[in-house]
């Protein structure tokens, strides 16, 4: 089956850097995709490629719209989706006020299938077509995330939190339920069609050296799946660290010392990490999720991505619901604007979009098949639309370039500007 999708159209084929390289990215004013069974078969101008076209090839029209990959979102947690935008103190607080509580309604396996759909669906609204996904330490809520994605043919990574002391008794597993119900979601979902699994050890206070072990064991046994956890978000939770693991160097060397640390492994925010700590991280290919929305929600911190990057380090931008404030990666581009500004950083528009788009990929060790349009890759996509909002399509008409329109869009789109998102080729969702 051959389709063609006939718009505007910029991706990232290299990271940018702050000083927006043009070469690092390919743009068309009048493109055209050309996809064949959810696989990008050739992308060019539309003038050059539409009289190659199969007779039976249907042609999707977007002119005057502007195509981008698939966002991909490193790090979020859809079991918090209700309680976004809770007020409350910092991480420590926020957890025991409302996560914790909100987590424990996932033992429910409906509750969990009816909030999993509606997180997805939110998603794709957003233009998020890939995800690396906190479920809870329920295994029915891993399967229901995962039972949604496999419905809508979606790219989904996702595990069972693992927790066993400092948190709310009906929360808690211990080291051998921890392996073995991970062992189990593994064997039952890792590599179904596009899904994936996370080792998920809520964040080394929650868990102890005996249940590290287990999830070490795993990582092990299991070397193509991913390790997802949270790393050095907030100073209050470094001194815990600290005083729970008094022989360990650092935080990350937590991780390390259970075999946490490995190509795979994405730790959520790193504010706090210093140089021995970066070039361990980059040795060990680790990757970084930056997730300026709910870092400055919660009062955590800055993320630093000039020195991350030149340490070598992945990094992706994740929105983190509920700490975070918006499902939307439009606008978490925005704030890490911001966040980067505060630090004498720049973000041109390019390289806010490689950070949800090939960067991420590239974070999530699935850049060969998705994160750009080049052929070969699978075919998600979404169709940015600045008439959506009557605001963001007045600064369109003032743009001079593809720069301008793409960072006014970043500031001013939200979900109205998700003209279509696309999986391998089929609409999962329009306005």
């Known amino acids: 089956m051959q389709q063609a999708f006939r718009a505007s159209i910029y991706h990232c084929l290299e990271d ?30 539309a003038d050059q490629l539409l009289p190659g076209l199969r007779d039976d090839t249907s042609v999707e029209d977007y002119r005057g719209k502007l195509i981008i990959p698939g966002l991909i979102d490193c790090h979020v947690h859809y079991s918090q989706l209700d309680i976004i935008a809770s007020h409350g103190g910092q991480l420590l607080d926020w957890l025991i006020r409302y996560a914790y509580a909100e987590e424990a309604r996932f033992a429910d396996k409906d509750h969990s299938a009816s909030v999993a759909g509606a997180f997805l669906d939110e998603l794709l609204r957003n233009g998020t077509t890939t995800a690396l996904v906190f479920a809870t330490v329920f295994p029915q809520s891993v399967d229901a995330i995962f039972e949604a994605a496999a419905e809508r043919n979606m790219r989904l990574i996702a595990g069972k939190v693992l927790m066993d002391r400092l948190c709310p008794d009906n929360l808690r597993d211990d080291p051998e339920s921890a392996y073995t119900d991970s062992k189990e979601l593994i064997e039952r979902w890792h590599g179904q069609g596009r899904l994936g ?28 799946t991913w390790v997802h956890t949270h790393l050095a978000e907030n100073t209050d939770e470094i001194r815990e660290i600290e005083r729970l693991f008094p022989q360990s160097r650092s935080y990350l060397d937590v991780y390390d010392r259970f075999g946490l640390l490995r190509e795979r492994s994405m730790f959520a925010h790193c504010l706090y990490l210093d140089e021995t700590d970066r070039v361990l991280m980059a040795e060990k290919g680790a990757a970084a999720a930056f997730c300026p929305t709910s870092n400055l929600f919660l009062g955590s911190g800055l993320f630093d991505l000039r020195t991350m990057s030149s340490a070598g380090i992945a990094v992706g931008l994740a929105t983190d619901v509920g700490g975070g404030t918006s499902l939307s990666l439009l606008k978490t581009m925005s704030e890490a604007y911001k966040v980067l500004q505060l630090q004498g950083q720049t973000l041109p528009a390019s390289r806010a979009l490689y950070l949800a788009t090939l960067g991420a990929a590239r ?49 001013l789109g ?12 089929r609409l999962a969702g329009d306005r």
């Open 16 to 45: 940018p850097g702050e000083e927006g390289r043009d070469s690092a990215c390919a743009y068309l004013d009048d493109g055209l995709l050309v996809v064949e069974n959810g696989v990008v078969a050739e992308l060019g101008p």
């Open 197 to 224: 699994y996370a080792i998920t050890p809520r964040f080394a206070l929650t868990s102890s050296e005996e249940q590290l072990e287990a999830a070490g064991r795993l990582a092990s046994e299991y070397p193509d």
């Open 414 to 425: 939200d979900d109205r500007n998700i003209g279509a998102t696309y999986l391998q080729g």
């Open 363 to 411: 974070a999530l060790g699935l850049d060969d098949r998705i994160g750009n349009l080049e052929a070969g890759k699978e075919a998600d996509f979404v169709v940015l639309d600045a008439a959506g909002s009557s605001i963001a399509a007045r600064r369109a008409q003032a743009t001079t370039s593809h720069d301008e329109l793409l960072f006014s869009l970043i500031f």
